[in-house]
């Protein structure tokens, strides 16, 4: 998502709904080589701390580390289980191109990969990003039908003018999720599983505050874009986030938004369910280094 406006044409030599060939045949050995590293460093720390069902995802794929998935052969799996396909964008499309993707089970990924050098960090979200993070989830039936929502919900926040409030959603969810399983919390946000050093801070760090999910409250809680988050919302379950959201009409919970303040993003709430307060030091030290 970003803030382009929606008048925008796709660039030179894509489609009129914004795809591009992957252009598998063109990555280089380098390219291939960086998959592998950032591939082999999840797999060595996410057994135990990613969900089941993103495990799973990640075995029914066979996105195994030899390199960039070619969307062909990975969309022939995923489409077998779920209807879903991937589609190749450029970096950044406008958000209801976005939303109209999703909501014909379509998901956009960028097909560059980040340089060996930004292992670690990258703003703009790459292939590793977008397939390692995102695509796994997308084999389990119910997160499947919560995307495809998402986009039909997506489009009608635009027309509304509540895309800042529905972006909180998508933010704490699909990006930034936690999950409560008998085991302990488990990962299934994209943007944690593709970053060594997130999975192990949402999960271990003693600085951010989980908090059980709730739809009003997460809509009104900004986010980080440029470092860990300073909260993490935990869902019971997919098919609560599932019926949370597909079974709450969007529109009134909007109107009672446009007249609410916004949460501080490391404030606690007298309705919050607290899992773990966090001591906000890791933010703190940030600030004032
Ligand atoms: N039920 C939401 C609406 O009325 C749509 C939605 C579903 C949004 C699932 C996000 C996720 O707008
Ligand atoms: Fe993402």
């Known amino acids: 998502m970003d803030l382009l406006d929606t008048t925008h044409r796709p660039p030179e030599g894509a489609n009129p709904d914004w ?19 950032l591939y082999d460093r999840q797999a060595t720390i996410l057994p135990g701390r990613a969900c089941d069902a993103f495990l799973q995802g990640l075995h029914a794929l066979d996105l195994h ?30 958000d209801d191109v976005f939303f109209d993707h999703l909501a014909n089970r379509r998901f956009p990924a960028a097909n560059f990969i980040r340089r060996a050098d930004q292992l ?21 039936p119910v997160f499947a ?31 930034f999720g936690l999950l409560e399983t008998p085991a302990g919390l488990r990962i299934y946000g994209a943007g944690i599983v593709s970053s060594r050093s997130e999975s192990i801070f949402a999960l271990e760090s003693a600085s951010p505050h989980r908090i059980r999910f709730n739809l ?14 300073q909260i993490y919302f935990v869902i019971p379950s997919l098919q609560d986030l599932l019926d949370a959201t597909i079974k709450t009409d969007f529109g009134p919970l909007y109107a009672q938004l446009a007249g609410q303040a916004d949460i501080a993003i490391s404030g606690i709430e007298p309705g919050d369910v607290v899992l773990s307060r966090g001591s906000q030091a890791y933010a703190k030290g940030r600030v004032t280094q």
């Open 216 to 229: 009003e409250r997460v809509m009104r809680t900004p986010y980080r874009i440029d470092d860990f988050q």
């Open 65 to 94: 580390g030899e390199g960039i998935p070619d969307f062909e052969r990975l969309n022939r799996r995923l489409c077998a289980l779920t209807s879903w396909r991937i589609v190749a964008v450029p970096s950044l499309v406008p």
């Open 120 to 140: 670690d960090y990258l703003q703009e979200p790459d292939i590793f990003h977008d397939v390692f993070g995102h695509v796994p989830l997308l084999t389990d």
């Open 19 to 37: 795809t591009i060939p992957q252009g598998f045949e063109s990555y280089s050995k380098a390219e291939h080589d960086v998959w592998i590293a």
């Open 145 to 175: 039908d919560y995307m495809q929502a998402y986009g039909q919900g997506g489009l009608r926040a635009l027309k509304l003018g509540r895309l800042h409030n529905l972006a909180r959603l998508y933010w704490y969810t699909v990006e």
